[in-house]
C-alpha cells in the first residue's frame, strides 16, 4: 500500500512539474531538470529495471538526448529525445521486450490509458489504488499546528510592517510560480503532463508483444516444410532446386553490378566529367534515389532466400559467397552514392537533404552488415530487425548532438563550395535561427544581407521575448552574446 501511495505521489508531482517547467516554455534546459528526476524516480519505484541492459542504454540516451537539447537545441534532437523517452517508457513495461519498436507502440498506447487508469486509482478500485487512511491519518497530524502557525504569522504581519513587507512579496513570487491556469488550455496542458509522466511510472502489462518476441527467437531452426509441392518433387529435390535458383540469380546479379561498380569507379571515383547545373542535378537526385532502392531490393533478395531451411543445407558454401560478394558490392554501389552526393555538396553547398542522404547511406552500411551477420550465424529476421532498430537508434542519437544548421552555414561561407555565389535565402530562410551568430560574425553576408539579418534578428528576439530561464539553452545564449558584441 505504502509503495501505491508513493507511485501515485511522484505522477502527480511529476506532473506538476512538468507542467510549472514547460507552461508556455520552449525545450531547453527544463528538458534536462524533467528528466534526471524521473529517471531516477523510475528505478526507484521500478528496480528490477536497473539489472536490464536495454533499459539502461535507453536511459543513457535519453539524457543524453535531453542534454543535446539544452546544447544544440535542434527539431532532430527534440525529436530524438522523445522518441527515446516514449521508448524507454515501453520497454519497462515488460521484461522480455527487446524490439525498440514494440516498446514505442506500447508507450503510445499507454499514453491514452493513463488519464483513465488514474481515475482507476482515485476511485479507489483494485490495481493501484490511492490509500486514502494515511493521508486522512497525516492530515490530521499537520492540521492544528498549521492553524496555530496561521494565527501567529496573522498578528506577526501586523506587528512588523518590515515583515510583512517580506511575507507578501516571497508569496508573491511563490504564488507567481506555481498558480496554474484557469484555462481550457491550462488543463489539457496539464492533462498531457500527467500522461507523460504515468507511461514512465505506472506499468501496464501488455503480453501480446512478448508473446511475438517468444515466437521470434535470434537464432533460425530447421523446418519440415512442403516445398514438394512448390516443383512436384521430393522435399530435398524441391530445396535442392530452390537453392540453384538462388545461386544462378545472385551469380547474375553479382555480374551485372560487378559492371555498374566498375563504370563507377571510372566515372564517378576517377575522372568525373564537368556537368551543367541540371544534369548534376539530375545525375544526384534521381540516380541516389534509384541506387539506394537497387540496394534496398538486394537485402529483399538475400532475406527472402535466407529465410529457412536453405541455411542448413549441406554444402551451401558457394550460395553464400555469392551473398556475401552482393552484400559487398552493394556497399561499394552506397559508397559511389556517397560519392555523387559529395560533388553536389562541393558545387553547391551542403544541405539538409545532402546531409539526410550521408546519414541515410550510414545507416544502410549498418544494415548490410548486420545482413552479413545474419547469413553467416544462420540468424532470424527478427534478429535483423531487432539489431537494424537498435543501430539506427544509436547512430540517429549520437548525430543528435551537432548543430546541423550552424555546420552548413559555416561550410556554405566557407569559400569551400565551387558555386559562383552561395544561396543566402536558404541560410536566411530555409534554417533555424541557431545560425543567427555565424551570420553577424560574416562581414560579406552582413554587407550584403543587412535587410535579411535585421529580419532575421527581430524573428529570433520575438521568439525569446517571452521566455524564461526554464528555456535556456546554449544556441539561444550564444545569439544574444553574438547581438551583444556586433552592436547591430
Not at 431 to 441: A, I, R, W
Request: glycine share 6%; charged share 15%; proline share 3%.
Amino acid at each position: 500500500m505504502k509503495k501505491n501511495l508513493v507511485l501515485n505521489l511522484s505522477i502527480w508531482i511529476g506532473a506538476i512539474a512538468f507542467y510549472f517547467l514547460f507552461r508556455r516554455e520552449a525545450p531547453g534546459l527544463n528538458t534536462l531538470l524533467f528528466t534526471l528526476p524521473a529517471l531516477t524516480a523510475l528505478f526507484a519505484l521500478h528496480p528490477e529495471s536497473r539489472r536490464r541492459r536495454s533499459v539502461l542504454l535507453l536511459a543513457a540516451g535519453t539524457v543524453f538526448c535531453a542534454l543535446t537539447v539544452v546544447f544544440a537545441n535542434t527539431f532532430y534532437a527534440k525529436f530524438m529525445f522523445w522518441l527515446s523517452f516514449f521508448t524507454l517508457a515501453g520497454m519497462v513495461q515488460q521484461r522480455e521486450l527487446r524490439f525498440l519498436f514494440f516498446g514505442l507502440l506500447l508507450a503510445m498506447g499507454n499514453f491514452f490509458k493513463v488519464p483513465f487508469r488514474l481515475l482507476k486509482n482515485i476511485g479507489g478500485e483494485q490495481g493501484l489504488s490511492l490509500p486514502l487512511r494515511p493521508v486522512l491519518r497525516y492530515g490530521k497530524l499537520v492540521a492544528l499546528p498549521c492553524a496555530v502557525v496561521f494565527v501567529f504569522l496573522q498578528i506577526y504581519l501586523s506587528a512588523n510592517l518590515k515583515f510583512a513587507e517580506i511575507t507578501f512579496a516571497l508569496f508573491d513570487k511563490f504564488a507567481g510560480i506555481f498558480t496554474l491556469e484557469y484555462s481550457l488550455a491550462g488543463f489539457f496542458f496539464f492533462l498531457l503532463s500527467l500522461c507523460l509522466t504515468g507511461i514512465l511510472l505506472l506499468k501496464n502489462d501488455a503480453p501480446r508483444f512478448a508473446r511475438i518476441e517468444e515466437n521470434h527467437p535470434n537464432y533460425l531452426a530447421r523446418k519440415r516444410k512442403k516445398l514438394a509441392k512448390l516443383f512436384g518433387l521430393p522435399k530435398i529435390l524441391a530445396l535442392k532446386n530452390e537453392y540453384q535458383t538462388a545461386l544462378i540469380l545472385l551469380s547474375m546479379l553479382n555480374g551485372l553490378l560487378l559492371v555498374v561498380n566498375l563504370l563507377d569507379l571510372r566515372y564517378v571515383w576517377w575522372g568525373a566529367a564537368p556537368m551543367t547545373p541540371q544534369e548534376l542535378s539530375l545525375y544526384v537526385h534521381e540516380g541516389t534515389y534509384l541506387l539506394i532502392f537497387s540496394v534496398l531490393c538486394a537485402a529483399a533478395v538475400l532475406l527472402w532466400y535466407f529465410r529457412g531451411n536453405i541455411n542448413f543445407l549441406p554444402e551451401n558454401s558457394p550460395l553464400k559467397i555469392a551473398a556475401y560478394g552482393w552484400l559487398m558490392q552493394n556497399a561499394i554501389l552506397a559508397l559511389s552514392v556517397g560519392a555523387r552526393n559529395w560533388r553536389y555538396v562541393s558545387e553547391y553547398g551542403l544541405a539538409h537533404k545532402r546531409l539526410g542522404v550521408f546519414i541515410f547511406l550510414l545507416l544502410l552500411l549498418v544494415g548490410l552488415f548486420l545482413l552479413f551477420l545474419k547469413i553467416r550465424d544462420t540468424k532470424s529476421g527478427f534478429f535483423l530487425l531487432r539489431k537494424n532498430a537498435w543501430a539506427a537508434w544509436a547512430i540517429l542519437v549520437i548525430f543528435s548532438v551537432v548543430n546541423w544548421d550552424v555546420v552548413i552555414t559555416k561550410f556554405n561561407l566557407s569559400g569551400y563550395p565551387n558555386a559562383a555565389e552561395v544561396d543566402y535565402s536558404y541560410l536566411d530562410y530555409g534554417m533555424s535561427d541557431k545560425n543567427l551568430f555565424v551570420l553577424l560574425q560574416d562581414k560579406n553576408y552582413r554587407t550584403h544581407r543587412a535587410g535579411s539579418l535585421e529580419n532575421k534578428q527581430k524573428r529570433f528576439e520575438r521568439r525569446t521575448k517571452k521566455l524564461s530561464w526554464k528555456s535556456w539553452n546554449y544556441p539561444d545564449a550564444r545569439n544574444c552574446r553574438a547581438i551583444r558584441l556586433s552592436g547591430y
